[in-house]
T-cell receptor, first 115, second 121 residues
């Protein structure tokens, strides 16, 4: 079974600085999707960024980018120019291409942004 | 962007009552909807997957007679917690996904509702 590990329960970053959240996963599959979701205090899960495993190029969305290392099964999220609104729980998630109903979430990383 | 509405956002009720939570996709047709449970400071745990017009598929350990799921239309799925007890108190989140579209048939992302905080006294 696939597992997703986020080893940092909490992270803190100064406003305007850069922070990297770690995520590793375990799978025997070659085709899959990886996601980073943000859950602010309002509790709604918001998709931040998505990566298809077959794509070698790292996904980017404005200030958010990933470092996808397929061989190492690592999928870290970099937030540049951190803003107060980035404070939230961040969940890394894995979904198989063969069973696209099964999304596995990591335990989450709580990000605090200091003014 | 795609919007998923979940209602109610908060429910407080007595032990033994049944509670229904609605999940609606407002601007797209969701052939697949998911129900998750989230305990405090923990991650989301998938409870069940429902496809429109068919029975829900429950994850191991989730009581299907306890958590009734109905996906009667392409825009609405409901979760009913029957004879709720304090241990059922939790945060329940639904998500919805549209079917893949040609020509690329790329998998569609899941869109999440705001969640429902259920408190059983």
């Amino acid at each position: 079974a696939q597992t997703v590990t986020q080893s940092q329960p909490e992270m803190s970053v100064q406003e305007a600085e850069t922070v990297t959240l770690s995520c590793t996963y375990d799978t025997s599959e070659s085709d899959y999707y990886l996601f980073w979701y943000k859950q602010p205090p309002s509790r709604q899960m918001i998709l931040v960024i998505r990566q298809e495993a077959y794509k070698q190029q790292n996904a980017t969305e404005n200030r958010f980018s990933v470092n996808f290392q397929k061989a190492a099964k690592s999928f870290s999220l970099k937030i540049s120019d951190s803003q107060l609104g980035d404070a939230a729980m961040y969940f890394c998630a894995y979904r198989s291409q063969y069973n696209n109903n099964d999304m596995r979430f990591g335990a989450g990383t709580r990000l605090t942004v200091k003014p | 962007g795609a919007v998923v509405s979940q209602h109610p956002s908060r429910v407080i009720c007595k032990s033994g009552t049944s509670v229904k939570i609605e999940c609606r996709s407002l601007d797209f047709q969701a052939t697949t909807m998911f129900w998750y449970r989230q305990f405090p400071k923990q991650s989301l745990m998938l409870m069940a997957t429902s496809n429109e017009g068919s029975k829900a598929t429950y994850e191991q350990g989730v009581e299907k007679d306890k958590f009734l799921i109905n996906h009667a239309s392409l825009t609405l799925s409901t979760l009913t917690v029957t004879s709720a007890h304090p241990e059922d108190s939790s945060f329940y989140i639904c998500s919805a996904r549209a079917p893949s579209q040609s020509p690329f048939w790329e998998d569609q992302p899941q869109h999440f509702g705001d969640g429902t905080r259920l408190s059983i006294l």
